[in-house]
């Protein structure tokens, strides 16, 4: 399927999600979407905006683009929109119209504190809209677009979930690479360049900046997070992390990936690390099993952390999970506990046809980090895992 | 110079911009920015975050940055902030604790309705910020960034200079090899295919989305504009626009070229074409000739307008030129008329070490389209050519 296709596709969603939540029409109001680039552009646009820009969607289908003159020929070309209003010199007596003819009662915005996919709203945006609104009833008819914006991104369409399987399994045949050369002696850093060769022999990018994708973490003295690999050394009686996706066609994988170095005379790994394997995977499946449209997202987490924590090992301080799709972190519901930095994302609605990562993770020391992480596809009820679970650690030696 | 070492330069200018302005303390607010990328991130800060983070610059030079747990390395070891704040749960109370250690008498913040590369704080940040600051000083004490910015992004310290002037000479090989392939009865898409093999080769990207990168315009039935290539084809007595350009480290080239495919019995252009190239040439030396730092931006665009309108051409319906670094937009003052679509980013003064474009184009009637695009550099007392001009058009046949 087309990239115009599945902008089509997404924006053929529109106006049922307007309609179940009472929204009348949804503004999104951009400006040089190369430098300020609204999570939303790529969802529902399709094209780049150079002049400040407005795409208004409503309850009742109609598609209206108003855009700067030498902005128009390449949003035509994809043809989300029929009815591509343009300009010279302003915007906004174009806007206005736009919205009299509409008379909508609600406008939803792009902005949100705890969802990062819908807060694409720019302040100076925000300003130059109370400008244009001021005196106009509109101006009090604002509303915020999380849930909108959350319900299109998470409700993945046929061509967005075959994107998701298809970048799925470059990442999986990337992996099967890499072990194949998993070795004592090998450096983080040389790790990863097999990674970044294969990555670009296949013409892909990595889900996330390449000096941190793959994450590569041998052994006990690697700091675990969002760094990148170091000049440590892979050694036997040692675990090797690492967490790594693609993009294919605009679309994520977000994996992680183990490995254990067997130590002169082992035929299996030690009993710590496999209790920490079978305690992570535990906690993961424990999650997995409430995974299902309704569930809240925090419901979720809880039922992965308790299980984590009875079995001894210290509380994750990060999400089970979060979606995927065109970002490596899509936004919308997460799978995460009520803790003030995730904002209102852990109580969100767990929906069909949604894609989530599913990750924990428990040290061993000496060892090293055991840290899992799948990806899920939400059916009518329940989950089907779109990666091939990793049930067994890679054994090298 | 390594991209950590160019990140450095930038926060080693920070404390005399803000002097110049009057700004205690420069705050960037973010989260998620793979997702919403505040443009100012990748120059002062160089690593992506991932929850809410705060960087907190000082006229007197102190640099905090105030981040989640797992983006503490990855920020560490770009070696840009001396002083890294970790939190868990909330960005709020250590954000609150800086503030009130450094007690900002005004705090700028990113928001910009005419300069995107200053508007990267998104509307949901702007709410955060506002739930935190309630209740104390600080709230009544917030401008915008702008200036700081605009100053900031504009003023080229010497290695972004030298990676514009590499990025500029990939431009002008890669349109030399175009140009030894230039013939009579080339799709547009097959001159863009020639531009993208080779700068997939060179492993680097286009400036902007490849779709529309390189615009290659065949003769005088192409909507000149942001649109991609097309089925047409080039034929004799027709003229042949390209406009490209490549990221290369980080940073951008932004040039327009052209050829005219002479037709049977022509040795030279026709007189129509050289009369729109002399116009064109002499508009844009005009504008070349009055920049200088201490000039508005609008009064070179002006100069260069007017020059072109009394040679009895359309007024162009876009501006003179842009700046250019790491987007091929760069924000701050631009070389444009005062519309209402630049809003005050023509009132900006030119300053020496801004990199700008200079782009103006004429039609030629039953031929196509003339139009031309250099990259020049502020000095002292006037301009540098980074690219090398084209001053005659390429004759092809």
């Known amino acids: 399927m087309s990239d115009e296709a599945i902008v089509r596709e997404k924006l053929d969603q529109v106006p049922a999600i307007l309609e179940g939540?009472?929204?009348?029409?949804?503004?999104?109001?951009?400006?040089?979407?190369?430098?300020?680039?609204?999570?939303?552009?790529e969802l529902i646009v399709g094209t780049n905006c150079t002049w400040q820009s407005a795409f208004l969607l409503s309850?009742?289908?109609e598609r209206i683009a108003i855009v700067g003159r030498f902005d128009a020929p390449g949003l035509e070309a994809i043809g989300g929109y029929s009815d591509v209003r343009v300009y010279d010199e302003s915007v906004r007596p174009a806007l206005l119209e736009a919205l009299e003819q509409l008379n909508p009662g609600t406008i939803a915005l792009n902005y949100s504190a705890s969802d990062p996919a819908a807060d694409g709203l720019t302040h100076g945006m925000w300003l130059v809209l109370q400008e244009t609104l001021a005196g106009t009833p509109y101006a009090d008819r604002l509303m915020s677009s999380a849930h909108v914006v959350a319900a299109l991104r998470g409700r993945k369409t046929p061509g967005e979930?075959?994107?998701?399987?298809?970048?799925i399994a470059e990442t999986e045949e990337i992996f099967a690479l890499v072990s194949a050369q998993m070795a004592p002696g090998l450096k983080e850093t040389e790790i990863a360049a097999i990674f970044h060769d294969e990555v670009a022999r296949r013409g892909l990018?990595?889900?996330?900046?390449?000096g941190q994708c793959p994450a590569v973490d041998a052994g006990p003295e690697k700091s675990v997070g969002h760094t990148g690999p170091t000049e440590l050394q892979t050694g036997p009686g040692m675990l090797v992390h690492t967490d790594f996706g693609v993009v294919k066609d605009s679309y994520c994988s977000d994996l992680q990936r183990m490995w254990y170095l067997l130590d002169e005379g082992e035929s299996e790994p030690p009993e710590e690390v496999t209790a920490a394997w079978n305690a992570v995977w535990a906690s993961m499946d424990a999650g997995a099993a409430v995974l299902r449209p309704g569930v809240q997202g925090h419901e979720v987490d809880a039922a992965a952390r308790a299980r984590l924590v009875a079995a001894g090992y210290d509380e994750p301080m990060h999400a089970l999970g979060h979606q995927l799709g065109r970002s490596v972190h899509?936004?919308?519901?997460?799978?995460?506990?009520?803790?003030?930095?995730?904002?209102?994302a852990p109580r969100g609605l767990v929906e069909e046809n949604q894609v989530f990562t599913l990750e924990y993770g428990a040290p061993v020391p000496r060892r090293g980090f055991?840290?899992?992480?799948?990806?899920?596809?939400?059916?009518?009820?329940?989950?089907?895992?779109?990666?091939?679970?990793?049930?067994?650690?890679?054994?090298?030696?």
């Open 21 to 41: 939540q009472g929204v009348d029409v949804w503004l999104t109001f951009v400006h040089e979407t190369a430098v300020t680039p609204d999570p939303c552009i």
């Open 59 to 61: 309850r009742s289908g």
């Open 161 to 167: 979930i075959e994107r998701i399987r298809a970048a």
């Open 205 to 210: 990018v990595t889900a996330w900046e390449p």
């Open 330 to 344: 899509d936004g919308g519901t997460i799978l995460a506990p009520l803790w003030d930095r995730y904002g209102d």
């Open 370 to 397: 055991v840290a899992l992480e799948e990806d899920v596809l939400v059916t009518a009820d329940g989950i089907e895992w779109l990666s091939t679970p990793q049930r067994e650690l890679w054994l090298v030696g």
